[in-house]
């Protein structure tokens, strides 16, 4: 395994820091000038957009762009660092468009998608001239256990008919979301396999039967593109817009998981390099009972245990996205629960000690820090809760041992009485 980023990723790193520093920083005033406003800051981010297509900065996150698709072609190893520089300023990754859950939709289709959904959706998704959600949690089922979501996805003649209740579904409100791809049961006989009874389906926003209820608010922040709650209700879509093949949707929904979620952990290792760079600054500038706050040990223990967190937290990414890369994304199931479970928990510990060393401006929008550590917290839930992944990692292990049980017999023999090494081996 080798980390060292190329010298064509060294100047990617470059041209994407020089634009956030030249153009996205000095624009997100104004982006949260609209977006406290209640509009979508849509003035701001088109011209930014253009500039970073016209820089040849587009597309960056998908490997296995057709020729004749606009992007980089960069694999997951070389995008994830330009995760990371993005993930500083939350809407950046929309300015390249890299933001979720698009990038996600956009696999799905690069991967299932026929000529003609191609040319209809995902054409338009990579040019940036739309948006995407991806409808898959729902409020009266545990979802993070995908078999047990039970919208449903008929077939009715030359139709399919959608019928069912949906939560947290990110962008939906984004004024130019004009796509959901929606998961649901498409076969409910009893004796169905549990991992072959889902579909998904390609729902335009404007199909009659489609109603966005509510914008969620998470943590008390409300997201101007919408974390919503929306209702499915007898809508009715060609049999053409099924994704895949009938009864494949789960196995989609895992296919999709894998990049995604080293774009999010990036993405948030990047906003802990911004909380520790606030920190240090604030420690080395803040005095208190006669000290700078940098002279107090426990401030310095914050600050150490944060570099070093962040550190091991991007080499675990950096393997994932490696073995992505070299042997799949299946492959890299375990390490990539891996490192959603790392990464949303150092948000949370390493936010929190920014704002602590801030002190009570730490806990409003006069920093980041508030909004940051909401998302760190949110992110325990997104594409997963925590305890999912440590049973994905801790069942993995107990399989592993399960091969050579007995193995580590020998260990034993300094520390226990010879009939109860007997009994283990």
């Known amino acids: 395994m080798d980390f060292a980023f190329s010298p064509r990723v060294q100047d990617l790193q470059a041209q994407v820091q020089r634009f ?12 949260q000038r609209y977006a406290d406003a209640g509009y979508y800051p849509s003035d701001v981010v088109e011209p930014l957009k253009a500039q970073a297509r016209a820089a040849g900065l587009w597309n960056l996150f998908l490997p296995d762009l057709r020729d004749d698709e606009p992007g980089m072609r960069l694999s997951n190893m070389e995008y994830a660092p330009l995760a990371e520089i993005m993930g500083r300023v939350p809407w950046a990754s929309e300015v390249f468009n890299c933001s979720a859950p698009d990038t996600g939709n956009i696999e799905l289709l690069h991967l299932a998608a026929t000529p003609e959904q191609a040319r209809q959706w995902m054409a338009p ?4 001239a739309i948006r995407s959600c991806f409808a898959m949690s729902e409020p009266d089922v545990a979802s993070s256990d995908a078999t047990n979501i039970c919208t449903r996805i008929q077939r009715d003649g030359d139709d399919y008919v959608i019928n069912g209740r949906k939560w947290f579904i990110t962008g939906a ?10 998961m649901g049961v498409s076969n409910d006989a009893p004796d169905a396999p549990a991992h072959q009874r889902h579909s998904m389906i390609l729902v335009p926003m404007d199909a009659p039967g489609v109603e966005i209820v509510r914008n969620m608010p998470v943590m008390a922040h409300l997201a101007i593109d919408g974390h919503c709650e929306m209702v499915f209700k007898n809508v009715r879509v060609p049999a053409a817009h099924l994704l895949g093949t009938e009864g494949g949707g789960f196995a989609l929904a895992q296919a999709r998981l894998g990049p995604g979620r080293v774009h999010h952990c990036m993405r948030t290792i990047g906003q802990c390099e911004l909380a520790l760079e606030l920190m240090c600054e604030r420690a080395l500038e803040r005095m208190a009972f006669g000290r700078h706050l940098s002279d107090f040990a ?12 962040i550190d091991q937290a991007r080499l675990l990414v950096l393997r ?18 891996a490192i959603k479970l790392v990464a949303a928990q150092l948000q949370t510990r390493v936010l929190d000690r920014a704002m602590q060393i801030f002190g009570a401006i730490g806990l409003t929008p006069d920093t980041p820090l508030a909004a940051l550590w909401s998302w760190g917290r949110a992110l325990r839930f997104l594409d997963g809760p925590d305890e999912v992944h440590l049973r994905t990692v801790a069942r993995h292990e107990l399989a592993r041992t399960k ?15 010879p009939d109860a090494v007997s009994d283990l081996g």
């Open 20 to 31: 956030m520093d030249d153009l996205v920083l000095p624009s997100n005033r104004d982006w």
């Open 125 to 128: 998704l990579l040019e940036g």
């Open 173 to 182: 409100l984004h004024p130019a979301c004009r796509l959901a791809i929606v």
């Open 298 to 309: 426990n401030v310095q223990d914050w600050i150490g245990h944060s570099r070093v967190e």
């Open 320 to 337: 994932a996205a490696w073995l992505m890369d070299q042997q799949g994304n299946a492959a890299a199931r375990v390490d990539v629960s």
């Open 403 to 417: 091969t050579h049980l007995g193995a580590n017999v020998l260990h034993l023999n300094r520390w226990m009485p």
